[in-house]
């Protein structure tokens, strides 16, 4: 850290958690210096590092650190980094990071970070599916001339140099921690101010305790689909009639909620019942057995979720919308975007703008995208994209959509399964009255 005050403060409060201090160092030089000259001897378990030690003022330090923790990583492989870092996520240095198995990386600009939730981490590291996002890269940050290759060797021979030179690296072991003559010069490049013992408790001691998130084994009620696009036109409003269509076919009850202001649940009504001037004020009509609700406002959603199966928000696009965060509450999350390649970058940039939700289990559905587009979108995105087919009638059955929306819902199929069970109940009870109605004539007739 180039923060001397906060390193400091670092050091105590790891050491009473039963932590051994090796060093504090101010540059990646001398945290470089330090493991050589001591490779043999005591080398730490764990190394805190911030990337200010590269210095925001240049693009070259930050590649130089990459490059450092790469000839890190491959001489010491049993040393495990905590990085808190100041860039954010789509920076192509943290993508690196993720690349060469360090997961252990909180970015101090979009979350507030305990010590105590650093220290965890050294027993119980993050998992690949908690930074996995990190691995989308904003092409508009230069790094590498659009490379993401490293250059471990060249930062092993400079340092080599350095030993070769003779140069004092660091005291005695089993001294306190001392500070680089560079300090100075770090401090100055970081814009890092003084943080007193209060600042350090109140910023990066936890106050109380978390709280802790239980998450229901089972439904209760109605299961919410969002369904939102990552800019206009992406289909949002035809995909919720299409999952409507599909779920009302399988005997289930089925809402369709107009949760922008696009008014296009109007337009459907008004050529559904033929035009030619209709006028409803009704905020619900009945097509083919689905519910759909022009309007959100005056909805009561604790009685809603009694009357449906599945309750379907078309939320579309953000910034035409006023109920855009009951995206992250639904059951089910839909994401529509363009399949085209020059649009790529809005779906790229809608997911790094929501990066500190967990994504794993967001559906990413793109009309009429191809299966390379498909496939080059999944290593983009590390999710499973889907393609819709052409169908120009939203309320007609289509076994290919079928088969794409049971792919998609395969989690919630128990629903599904059940309703197929209920109907089965029924046929089979009917089959059942029809035989014995038969039997009931044959031995009237035979009489």
């Known amino acids: 850290m180039t923060n001397v005050d906060l390193a400091q403060s670092f050091s105590k409060h790891i050491k009473e958690k039963d932590y051994q201090v090796l060093d504090v ?34 693009d ?30 789509g920076h192509p240095f943290l993508a690196e990071l993720v690349s060469i ?35 989308v890269v904003n092409k508009e940050i230069p790094w590498r001339r659009g490379s993401l290759q490293t250059q471990p060797n060249e930062v092993q021979i ?29 401090r100055e490049a970081s814009l890092l101010t003084h943080i007193d013992e209060e600042d350090f408790l109140q910023e990066y001691l936890p106050t109380k305790e978390k709280e802790k998130v239980v998450i229901q084994d089972k439904i209760i009620g109605a299961v919410f689909v969002g369904i939102v696009g990552v800019e206009k036109n992406t289909g949002s409003t035809h995909l919720s009639l299409l999952l409507a ?12 909620i107009e949760a922008n202001n696009s008014n296009d649940l109007f337009s459907i009504e008004y050529v559904y019942e033929g035009g030619r001037g209709y006028t409803s004020k009704k905020e619900m ?14 909805l009561n959603f604790s009685e809603l979720v009694h009357q449906y199966d599945f ?88 076994e290919e959509l079928n088969m794409v929306f049971e792919d998609m819902l395969q989690e919630n199929l128990p629903t599904l399964k059940g309703a197929a069970k209920q109907s089965a109940v029924w046929l089979y009870g009917g089959l059942s009255i029809l035989v014995l109605v038969f039997i009931i004539i044959a031995i009237t007739f035979f009489k």
């Open 245 to 256: 269509n599909f779920l009302n076919n399988r005997g289930l009850r089925v809402a369709v």
């Open 311 to 398: 309750i379907i928000l078309d939320i579309g696009q953000k910034e035409n919308t006023q109920y855009f965060e009951e995206f992250f509450r639904a059951h089910i999350k839909i994401v529509t975007s363009h399949a085209s390649e020059w649009k790529r970058d809005k779906l790229m940039d809608f997911l790094l703008s929501y990066q500190e939700y967990d994504q794993q289990n967001w559906h990413l559905v793109l009309p009429f995208a191809d299966s390379q587009t498909l496939e080059d979108i999944e290593k983009e995105t590390l999710l499973f994209p889907y393609s819709i087919p052409t169908h120009s009638d939203p309320y007609q059955r289509s």
């Open 285 to 298: 009509f009945n097509i083919d057995g689905i519910d759909h609700y022009k309007s959100i406002g005056k």
């Open 25 to 58: 160092c101010v540059s990646v030089e001398d945290l470089l210096q330090f493991l050589m000259k001591d490779e043999n001897g005591n080398l730490p378990d764990i190394i805190l590092m911030s990337t200010d030690v590269a210095s925001k003022l240049s």
């Open 101 to 135: 198995g360090i997961y252990n990386i909180f970015l101090t600009s979009s979350k507030k970070i305990s010590l105590d939730e650093l220290l965890d981490t050294a027993e119980n590291p993050l998992t690949f599916s908690e930074i996995k996002f990190l691995r």
């Open 60 to 89: 070259k330090r930050l590649e130089f650190l990459a490059d450092c923790i790469v000839t890190i990583r491959d001489r010491f492989p049993k040393i495990k980094f905590i990085i808190l870092a100041n860039e954010k996520a």
């Open 158 to 186: 400079n340092i080599t140099k350095k030993y070769e030179n003779g140069e004092q690296l660091r005291e005695e072991p089993n001294r306190k921690p001392t500070l680089s003559p560079k300090i100075g010069e770090f």
